[in-house]
């Protein structure tokens, strides 16, 4: 009995992983739209350094606001929406609405403030603007404060619908926020005013919240504003540390963006296209299993069940390592060709290419650490531990800006990158460190991921000769920029990825990883569903059409 329940367990959380990775994918599609879009229209000039620093300010210094209230809520809002049987879940609902009303008067003076502070604020971010991008960059950040709201409610929504296991709307809710925003750079083309793509990134977060709204009219709607409520006491003791974790993990980029003010003009511009490039993959890959392994983590420590805790979280690691060390080498190799193909058109030229594509690259370094780093302090969160995920962060962002100061003088805007890649790395050795200092007894389930790590490292550099060997085939030298049409490069980056892809699977074959007959397993399981639906479905109408022709016959 309980082996059926955990098989039906881990297929529910198999096919939502499965449905996440779809409806991401085409997100992140239309997200490089967006960003390709940008850069043809706008390149890397003056007016996208102003944006980019005023969406520092308000789409990353408050989008902390999402992902700490669902890192906070998530442990709480599971345990109380399983334990919380009763017909109306009353207790479940209060909850739920006071964390709403709350979200809605916080960020409302949050807005009400970063309007009179927006100056102060521009000029901390980027003190190396000149008078131009200065004013350009307030314009454009008081045009973008309702941000801030929207971003607090996307948050609550995921966070309420997520906890009743139910990701469908969650995933879809990135479209609307990138065609919106696809749609105001298209109309400020006709401009050439980038005012209108500030504009359209608001109405783009507005629009993440409200596609959400049809999968909370099950909840429904409680004038609740109990700040004593016992669980609502629980959220509001892990907030802190949530907000304070995200905002250091967006401190990162806001010192970037210091440091990268004060060197040539389009360096800001540069960077933040690297990390756009480099967040495809990470979106992609590393969030939909993060998203669905967050509530089973939660639900485990709940039933105080360390073993299976452990167990689960070993081998989220290990799929973690299968899935993103081939990504981190194939995102360095290809770091040039990629950066071409997404940006390099209109205001885009080849020197910016260059300088875009070494900044891809020593992210791409950080890829598997990132994600393994990610899942510890949503394990952390998991057993209501506040204070390792601040420790860590803080770890991380000294070791960041440490570095910058050292290396930033030396080798300008990608030293940036290296440094990110370096905080990374320390904050990921030192969260493993208390893991394995507290768990003790069950190191060996953490230890699975050990051999992951082994196996993905093997079948990566077994990968990465295949693809040298066969780079004249593909016509891709990938050391530097290459003169050819967009459609043909499309069509070589697309073949290099598939035989890159075909070639790791088959070395993990012959090396026996588990998490790659996992992964098989997991769709094949899926494609046999589907199948039955379908074969379901045709007997159903075969047997109506048969009924039919006997009820004419008659």
Sequence with gaps: METTEKRNSANHMSLSAIWLFGAIVIGRMLGFIRESALAYVFGASPEVDAFIVAQTITFLLFSFLGPAIWNAGIPVLTDLFAKDQSRHRRQYRNTVWSFFHLIVIVTGLFMVIGYFITPALIHMVAPG?????????????????????????????????????????????????????????????????????????????????????PGLFSTKYKLSFNLKNAEFVKIMKLAPSTIFTEMGNQ??????????????????????????????????????????????????????????????????LG??????????????????????????????NSSATLVTASIVFFYAISLPFLSWRDLLIRSFYAMKDSKTPVTSTIVMVVANVGLNFLIVPLWGVKALA?????????????????????FKMYMAHIRIFYEAIVKSVL????????????????????????????????????????????????????????????CFSVVRGYLDKVLSRLTRKMNILQTKRSGEVEASDH
Excluded: C
């Excluded at 590393?286 to 939660?298: E, G, Y």
């Excluded at 390592?321 to 940006?343: C, H, N």
């Excluded at 290296?418 to 507290?438: E, N, Q």
């Design 129 to 213: 603007f000149d008078s131009y991008r200065d004013q350009m960059a307030i314009h454009l950040t008081r045009a973008m404060l309702p941000v801030i709201l929207f971003f607090g409610l996307a948050g609550w929504a995921s966070l309420v619908l997520q906890s009743q296991n139910r990701f469908g709307s969650y995933a879809m809710s990135y479209l609307p926020n990138n065609l919106i925003s696809i749609a105001g750079i298209f109309m400020s083309a006709f401009t050439g005013n980038i005012l209108l793509v500030a504009v359209a990134t608001m109405l783009g977060i507005a629009g993440q919240f409200l596609v959400q709204l």
């Design 251 to 316: 401190l990162n980029t806001v010192f970037d963006r210091i440091f990268g003010s004060g060197l040539q003009a389009g360096s800001i511009a540069s960077l933040g296209y690297g990390q756009r490039a480099f967040n495809l993959v990470t979106g992609v890959i590393q969030m939909p299993i993060i998203i669905v392994l967050f509530p089973k983590l939660s639900a485990q420590s709940a039933t105080g069940d360390n073993n299976g805790f452990v167990r689960l979280l070993g081998k989220g």
């Design 319 to 348: 799929l973690l390592s299968y899935l993103m060390i081939p990504a981190a080498a194939g995102l360095m190799i290809l770091s040039v060709p990629i950066t071409q193909l997404l940006f390099e058109r209109g205001a885009f």
């Design 418 to 438: 290296i440094s990110s890649t370096f905080g990374v790395v320390v904050s990921t050795l030192f969260s493993y460190a208390v893991i394995r200092f507290r």
């Design 459 to 518: 079948a990566t550099a077994g990968m990465v000769g295949v693809v040298y060997l066969t780079s004249e085939f593909s016509g891709i030298r990938f050391t530097g920029r290459e003169d050819m049409s967009s459609l043909r490069l499309a069509l070589s980056v697309v073949m290099v990825i598939a035989l890159a892809a075909i070639s790791y699977v088959a070395f993990s074959f012959l090396l026996r990883s588990k998490e790659n007959m996992y």
